[in-house]
Each structure stands twice: as structure tokens, then as C-alpha cells.
């Protein structure tokens, strides 16, 4: 296990379709996140989990984003009926507790939505 | 007003220069701090932490002003492969399950 895994890389879907992206944390990580970044943004906060249960979810995240993790290993995040304003990169990242040493990073999985 | 704000540069500077990027926050209850550092088209990755005594990792030193509420990094001897953007993080607390990052200051450093 050498990193954060995420999959698919890219992804291109059009508008109105579900899609689905998951992310496999560092196996030793028991908090996981997930970050949405467009062009000249910082990431932005979306939800995390720690283990099974999730803590907290962005207003960010409408209702037509979900969000789980369980058994407390990969996680899946789905948008539902998805729009052009949804075109990002999507980052998971894992950490040790509460991240006091960082968080480590999945390479992401891009959406363009057309 | 954002929570955390960086000068976006870009930042252009000859290899061997000392560039230094700050970055402030509003919150002035934060209490942990990091540098990440993002190349183009790839992930953050962690640069260093923001110790409240200030920390240094080879030709990076990043120091933390509370009463002011900012952080900084100062980077010596810039060399070709330092250019990326550069993202401030801040969480409220120390063991936060959210962090907010600053949107990057872009460095670029040519020969």
C-alpha cells in the first residue's frame, strides 16, 4: 500500500447521469476525506469520514451528492444527475486521526461534465 | 472575505533568488497550520507543517504570527524544479476533520 488510490482518473459524462468515484485511503489511515477542486481554486471541503462514520458533510454538498465509507476501508462518492457546475477535480485524501501531520492525497478523479 | 487568502502571483524569479509568499487567515482561533505544495495538473502534496516557533526544512522556512494572523514560507537558493503553487491550509483545531486551503500563490522560477 503505498498511497491514496483513486478511480477512475478522468471521467467524462454528460449532463443529467449519476456517476460514482471511489477512493482507497492508506490501509494504517482511519480519517478520510474528500476535497473538490476546480481551475485556479484551492481544494474545497466537501465531507470525512472517520472509519465508518461521517462527521461532517460541507453545505457544499447538496442533496444530489452522497457520500460513504463502509466498513471503514474505501469510500464512494456519487453525484446524482449530475451538471456542468459539477466539472472538477475530485481529491480524496487520508490521514492518521485528525491530520496534525497533513493529509495525504489521491491523484483524483477528473469530471467534465458536457 | 475569505477564510484563508493568498496572493495568487504569479511569482517570477530567477534561479538562486529568495522568495517569500504569505498568507493570512480570519480566524483567529485556528490553531494548526501547513504548506502544501501542487504541480500543475497533479495532487497537493505536504510541504511542511507551521510549528508556532517556526520551522525550517532545508532551503524552506515557514514561520507562524498570531497576533497578526498569517503564515509564511521563505524559500533560498530557488531552483527550477520549486516551481509549482503553493497552498496555505489552515484548521480550527488541532485535530480538525476540515481544512481550509488558501487558493495558491503560483511560483515560477526560471533559469
Known amino acids: 500500500d503505498t498511497g491514496v488510490s483513486q478511480d477512475p482518473r478522468h471521467k467524462i459524462t454528460k449532463r443529467g447521469q449519476n456517476v460514482t468515484f471511489r477512493c482507497d485511503p492508506i490501509?494504517?489511515?482511519?480519517?478520510l476525506y474528500w476535497y473538490r477542486q476546480t481551475l485556479g481554486q484551492g481544494p474545497e471541503f466537501l465531507t470525512y469520514?472517520?472509519?465508518?462514520?461521517?462527521?461532517?458533510k460541507s453545505r457544499l454538498l447538496s442533496d444530489r451528492f452522497s457520500a460513504e465509507r463502509p466498513k471503514g476501508s474505501f469510500s464512494t462518492l456519487e453525484i446524482q444527475r449530475t451538471e456542468q457546475g459539477d466539472s472538477a477535480m475530485y481529491l480524496c485524501?487520508?490521514?492518521?486521526?485528525?491530520?496534525?501531520?497533513?493529509?495525504?492525497f489521491g491523484s483524483g478523479t477528473r469530471l467534465t461534465v458536457v | 472575505r475569505k477564510e484563508v487568502e493568498q496572493d495568487p502571483g504569479p511569482f517570477n524569479v530567477p534561479e538562486g533568488a529568495t522568495v517569500a509568499f504569505n498568507c493570512t487567515y480570519s480566524?483567529?482561533?485556528?490553531?494548526?497550520f501547513f504548506w502544501y505544495r501542487q504541480d500543475c495538473r497533479k495532487e497537493p502534496k505536504l510541504l511542511m507543517s507551521?510549528?508556532?516557533s517556526g520551522n525550517e526544512d532545508g532551503r524552506f522556512t515557514a514561520q507562524l504570527n498570531r497576533a497578526s494572523q498569517y503564515i509564511s514560507l521563505l524559500i533560498r537558493d530557488s531552483k527550477l524544479s520549486d516551481s509549482a503553487t503553493y497552498l496555505c491550509?489552515?484548521?480550527?483545531?488541532?485535530?480538525?476533520?476540515?481544512?481550509?486551503f488558501g487558493d495558491g500563490t503560483t511560483l515560477t522560477v526560471k533559469p
Open positions: 485524501a487520508s490521514s492518521l486521526d485528525g491530520g496534525g501531520y497533513g493529509y495525504t
Open positions: 490501509s494504517e489511515h482511519n480519517r
Open positions: 469520514f472517520q472509519n465508518e462514520a461521517q462527521l461532517e
Open positions: 480566524n483567529s482561533a485556528s490553531q494548526s
Open positions: 507551521v510549528y508556532s
Open positions: 491550509v489552515v484548521n480550527k483545531r488541532t485535530n480538525a476533520g476540515k481544512s481550509t
